[in-house]
């Protein structure tokens, strides 16, 4: 029925899903790189290292493999302790760290950014009705939720809202808080709620919708039996000439 949504299956759209995001982290790796260059992260990387070199050998501790310390060695473990301690009242050492976590989440979220805008916006633009290299490979599109051809503030809105801000990057930056010790359980709780939210919605809204699709009002669809209007108005024309 020309009229019928024609969700487009699962696997068609986990297969799309898998191609857009190795073309995604593709872009934002060559992406992140320029940046990198740009801001000078090697350079601000390489004097923290320097920091902890002049800890490790002023204290005779390698600091690098303090995961590995044992617990019985009571002479590391002092000796970790007093560099610990020295290091907490350097104050050009903490800002040298904050600077290099700060450079990270730049490059990360820059390098991501320009990586979805190309393969979620852009390039959508190019080959109409939302269509990303994954999709057109697997027959699917995209369209508003009334069957009208997907317009570009919501392809906006689905890209740079839903698809970064919420599923990438609030996660991404919460594992990278993680690593630098700067966030503790309430990052994991906040992905696993972003997870489950996800899951729920793909499972039980009519249309197997996730977050980034409810948020600007699309649908995936398969390409070639969906009809798509170019408005409200033209749909509801050609159900008038359709029921005739």
Known sequence: MFFDIQNA????RISAWILDMILVAICATGFGY???????YDANY???????????????IDLRKISQLDGSDTELLEKYKAASA?????EELKKQYAYVVNL?????AGGILLGIAVVEFIIPLI??????????????????????????VFLAVRAF????????????LIVVMLLFNTIGVAGTVTICLLLLLQIILLAKTKNNLAIHDALAG??????????????????EEYRKQYNQ
């Open 161 to 172: 809202l839903g698809i970064y801000t919420i599923e990438t990057m609030v996660p991404v």
């Open 86 to 90: 020295a290091m907490d009242n350097d």
């Open 104 to 108: 990270t989440l730049v490059i990360l």
């Open 218 to 235: 699309t649908v995936v669809v398969d390409a070639k039996s969906q009809k798509i209007f170019d408005s409200p108005e033209a749909k």
């Open 46 to 60: 390489d004097k923290l290292e320097q920091k902890y070199d002049y800890y490790s050998d002023e204290y005779g």
């Open 127 to 152: 080959l109409k009705d939302g269509r990303t290299p994954g999709k057109m490979i697997f027959s699917l599109c995209l369209m508003q939720n009334d069957q009208t051809k997907i317009k570009p």
């Open 9 to 12: 299956s699962m696997l068609k």
């Open 34 to 40: 320029i940046i990198s260059v740009g801001v000078g």
